[in-house]
């Protein structure tokens, strides 16, 4: 592909002034091509230093603008229209004017200064350009001057403009808005020790739609419900998960280092979990890995099949390996690959939902992961104005320390959140 890429370049610059040749020289296309050729080879370091400069300068152009243009957007929503949706509306029709209007004068900026520079070193390296008895006369343009045709222009002006926006508009406006899934990070892991009874248990009372909890596999193979592989900050001991047995493992106190009424908080055991939890809320869970590990992806699977788990949770991983074991011995689980950083098309992946970071969650890659019917869960949400920009961008699923404050604000959305919606879509690509 870079090959090609590379080719294709340099036949672009190989044929700089064929248009040249053509429209000033009245060549056709044959000769023309040969033409610019020639004219490139006479002087193939400044023709090629000047279009790569011309070319980087309308990318860094292009670049600056759209990093200012969503830097805009941004104060839009968050500063200045805040929860009005009034204020939201204007707001939109004035960026959707002045992204046109910025667009239409960039394009018509950058190809005058493209043409004028392939023009200027046209002429330089001995490329003909015909006299005329016009030469020097200026171009006048006639606007209207009766208020009706000032009416009539502005309208043209307008259905052109909107003929430009529509398929953004329509995308934004023709959305199906389905309530947020909640899903507890660790279970309600702000008002409790993480991943413990006590944290999985606020979550069910807060309503949240999953608990997400991360396993880990013990020394005997036993999954057990933990996070670190070390537990020094949980229970302040040196002992690593992989090095205890699962009984000895449930037997260790994680409570008391997130505040002492949570003393006798113990890790529990995956089984535990799924059996309080069927019936009363779902589980997201996530496969950890420590260098050790055997058969943690099978063992996770034969609890989903032996206790008919698989409409009730959903398994998710770092690591796409684990993700294909499960796979590869159960289709029918619903998997979910953790993308942090992504390097290549992580919609290759063979995943039915992705869950990801809050800086990846743009509107553009949660549009292509539902045209290609996957979910997006994002975490972690967790302030409120996040929490309603995400809900905005139209994700599947938030994963939050708050799960209470999440369904209090996904509870109380109306029509007009739907219109800040559909208007943060059109803008926030």
């Given at each position: 592909?870079?090959?090609?890429?590379?080719?294709?370049?340099?036949?672009?610059?190989?044929?700089?002034?064929?248009?040249?040749?053509?429209?000033?020289?009245?060549?056709?296309?044959?000769?023309?091509?040969?033409?610019?050729?020639?004219?490139?080879?006479?002087?193939?370091?400044?023709?090629?230093?000047?279009?790569?400069?011309?070319?980087?300068?309308?990318?860094?152009?292009?670049?600056?603008?759209?990093?200012?243009?969503r830097?805009?957007?941004?104060?839009?929503?968050?500063?200045?229209?805040?929860?009005?949706?009034?204020?939201?509306?204007?707001?939109?029709?004035?960026l959707?004017?002045?992204?046109?209007?910025?667009?239409?004068?960039?394009?018509?900026?950058?190809?005058?200064?493209?043409?004028?520079?392939?023009?200027?070193?046209?002429?330089?390296?001995?490329?003909?350009?015909?006299?005329?008895?016009?030469?020097?006369?200026?171009?006048k343009?006639?606007?209207?001057?009766?208020?009706?045709?000032?009416?009539?222009?502005?309208?043209?002006?307008?259905?052109g403009?909107?003929?430009?926006?529509?398929p953004?508009?329509?995308?934004?406006?023709?959305?199906?808005?389905?309530?947020?899934?909640?899903?507890?990070?660790?279970?309600?892991?702000?008002?409790?020790?993480?991943?413990?009874?006590?944290?999985?248990?606020?979550a069910?009372?807060?309503?949240?739609?999953?608990?997400?909890?991360?396993?880990?596999?013990?020394?005997?193979?036993?999954v057990?419900?933990?996070?670190?592989?070390?537990?020094?900050?949980?229970?302040?001991?040196?002992?690593?998960?992989?090095?205890?047995?699962?009984?000895?493992?449930?037997?260790?106190?994680?409570?008391?280092?997130?505040?002492?009424?949570?003393e006798?908080?113990?890790?529990?055991?995956?089984?535990?979990?799924?059996?309080?939890?069927?019936?009363?809320?779902?589980?997201?869970?996530?496969?950890?890995?420590?260098?050790?590990?055997?058969?943690?992806?099978?063992?996770?699977?034969?609890?989903?099949?032996?206790?008919?788990?698989?409409?009730?949770?959903?398994?998710?991983?770092?690591?796409?390996?684990m993700?294909?074991?499960?796979?590869?011995?159960?289709?029918?689980?619903?998997?979910?690959?953790?993308?942090?950083a992504?390097?290549?098309?992580?919609?290759?992946?063979?995943?039915?939902?992705?869950?990801?970071?809050?800086?990846?969650?743009?509107?553009?890659?949660?549009?292509?992961?539902?045209?290609k019917?996957?979910?997006?869960?994002?975490?972690?949400?967790?302030?409120?104005?996040?929490?309603?920009?995400?809900?905005d961008?139209?994700?599947?699923?938030?994963?939050?320390?708050?799960?209470?404050?999440?369904?209090?604000?996904?509870?109380?959305?109306?029509?007009d959140?739907?219109?800040?919606?559909?208007?943060?879509?059109?803008?926030?690509?």
């Amino acid at each position: 592909l870079a090959l090609v890429m590379v080719v294709c370049y340099w036949l672009f610059v190989r044929w700089t002034f064929l248009l040249h040749a053509i429209l000033l020289e009245g060549m056709k296309l044959g000769p023309a091509m040969k033409r610019s050729a020639a004219l490139v080879a006479s002087d193939r370091r400044t023709v090629v230093r000047t279009v790569l400069g011309m070319h980087g300068a309308i990318l860094l152009v292009a670049a600056v603008e759209a990093l200012l243009f969503r830097g805009l957007i941004w104060l839009a929503f968050d500063v200045i229209a805040g929860d009005s949706v009034g204020i939201a509306v204007v707001c939109a029709a004035v960026l959707l004017i002045l992204s046109i209007v910025v667009g239409v004068v960039t394009a018509v900026l950058a190809a005058s200064a493209a043409t004028s520079m392939a023009t200027t070193l046209y002429v330089r390296l001995g490329g003909v350009v015909p006299t005329s008895d016009r030469a020097g006369e200026k171009l006048k343009v006639k606007l209207p001057q009766t208020a009706r045709g000032i009416v009539l222009m502005v309208c043209v002006l307008f259905l052109g403009a909107l003929l430009l926006a529509w398929p953004q508009i329509e995308q934004a406006f023709t959305f199906t808005f389905e309530p947020v899934g909640i899903t507890a990070h660790r279970g309600s892991s702000a008002a409790a020790p993480e991943n413990t009874w006590a944290a999985i248990k606020l979550a069910h009372e807060q309503r949240s739609d999953y608990c997400e909890i991360d396993v880990l596999e013990a020394k005997d193979g036993a999954v057990v419900v933990i996070h670190d592989i070390n537990l020094r900050r949980l229970a302040g001991r040196r002992d690593n998960v992989f090095d205890l047995t699962g009984d000895e493992l449930t037997q260790i106190d994680v409570g008391r280092w997130f505040d002492p009424k949570f003393e006798g908080e113990k890790i529990p055991l995956l089984r535990d979990v799924m059996v309080w939890c069927k019936g009363k809320m779902k589980l997201n869970i996530e496969i950890k890995i420590h260098g050790r590990d055997r058969d943690i992806p099978e063992t996770v699977v034969d609890l989903i099949q032996e206790l008919d788990y698989h409409d009730d949770c959903v398994v998710t991983s770092l690591d796409m390996a684990m993700l294909r074991r499960v796979r590869a011995k159960d289709p029918t689980i619903k998997i979910g690959a953790i993308v942090t950083a992504s390097i290549g098309n992580v919609h290759a992946l063979d995943v039915d939902f992705y869950s990801i970071e809050l800086g990846q969650a743009t509107v553009s890659f949660i549009r292509r992961s539902h045209a290609k019917g996957r979910e997006v869960h994002v975490w972690t949400a967790n302030a409120e104005r996040t929490i309603q920009r995400m809900i905005d961008r139209g994700v599947d699923n938030l994963i939050t320390d708050y799960p209470a404050r999440v369904y209090g604000m996904r509870e109380g959305r109306g029509p007009d959140d739907e219109l800040r919606s559909a208007l943060m879509k059109l803008f926030d690509r």
